[in-house]
Nanobody, 115 residues
């Protein structure tokens, strides 16, 4: 049973920082990528950042230069460091694992950017 558990969300003022972490457990034969998605009220879920098995990263234009995704293979975690946060970054953030067999999602963590 593969499980993804996110942590680190919360309330932060504009310009502030948060670090999200996703802990992955379970038996996975082949990981294609680990990524972070977000969904704001009334919007579709969108890709924020992805890190592929070889280490290549991808970022949405809206977060490029502000967010950094990192993966720790020893700890089976993938983190998202978010700096210079804006009110439009407010959303539920989800961790996603893509494998050769299936895709897996965490339950999400709320990030609210507000003064």
């Amino acid at each position: 049973q593969v499980q993804l558990v996110e942590s680190g969300g919360g309330l932060v003022q504009p310009g502030g920082s948060l670090r999200l972490s996703c802990a992955v457990s379970g038996s996975i034969i082949s990981i294609i990528s680990l990524g972070w998605y977000r969904q704001a009220p009334g919007n579709e879920r969108e890709l924020v950042a992805d890190v592929f098995a070889g280490g290549t990263t991808f970022y949405a234009n809206s977060v490029l230069g502000r967010f950094t995704i990192s993966r720790d293979n020893a700890k089976n975690t993938v983190d998202l460091q978010m700096n210079s946060l804006k009110p439009e970054d407010t959303a539920i953030y989800y961790c996603k694992l893509r494998s050769g067999e299936s895709d897996y999602w965490g339950q999400g963590t709320q990030v609210t950017v507000s003064s």
